[in-house]
């Protein structure tokens, strides 16, 4: 639902965000029913080819046509979650983000981390932790990291809703289909990054929703320091960052940046401070660490 109360002075800067630049800007009433372009049809990945992408020109059923009951009140809290995290579970979360920040469109946007087919998917064998993965330590690892908070109880409620939610984003897609929207599509950079051109493109095309400095502002969240993602989280690497720049920013302006622009603004952005998530020493116990592979 469309929030209202924005403040004279805010409803001017809203606008010029949506229709200018910005880097993950959460716009968080725009997919209360599902309306956002560039969503799964998921019927047609049910009655068609199962790992088939995603369908620009169909969308999501909206959070409002799921049933009455128990499981439908936690899809309903799942989706709350996602886009309002900082309401539900502060207690859990050590920064000013929320989980839209980077799943964008409440998880349903291609290329953008959604999470349509990933019940389907897990549990998983991940490198980084050299473990087989539920959904809920996988759950747990992004508010350890990109939310620089705790673990939510496993059998708490809100652990239930978020997990409900991305089985009702999953449901109808096969065990073991990954589908091909899932991540970020790896670019390489055809030169080495360049922070100081980095530092010129985000006052140029970023700072208009994230502030000169990084500060939170009426549409974009904190992209460094202690309000922001720390370093253990994915974000946190270059290339999974300049990937995710690159397919979705400047926002409703995705693949406008070239490879190396992206790849620019994702080293600014990781050479300025944030908090130290200490166990990211234990990373890749097996080795074969992507943050330690050279970049060019």
Known sequence: MVQTGLSAWRLPVLLLALLSVGLFSPFESAFAGGAEGNHVKVTDIIHGDPAAKFLHNGTLPSVEDVPAGPKGEAIRYGFELIVHTQQHVKEYVGNSLTCQNCHLGAGQTPHAAPFVGLYSLYPIYRTKNDKVTTLEMRINSCF??????????????????????MAWLSEGIPVGIEIPERGFPRIEPTRPPDPTQGKKLFTAKCAVCHGLHSEETAVAPHLWGP??????????????????????????????????????LAAFILSQPRSDFPDRIHDYPKGHDPDKEPLF
Do not use: C, H, W
């Open 227 to 264: 309000y922001s993602f720390n370093n253990g989280a994915g974000m946190a690497r270059i290339p999974t960052l300049a990937a995710f720049i690159r397919q979705n920013m400047p926002r409703e302006q995705g693949d406008t940046l070239t490879k190396d622009e992206a790849y620019d």
């Open 144 to 165: 350890r990291r990109s939310m620089n908070g705790k673990p939510l109880p496993y059998d708490s409620k809100e652990m239930t809703a978020l997990v409900s939610y």
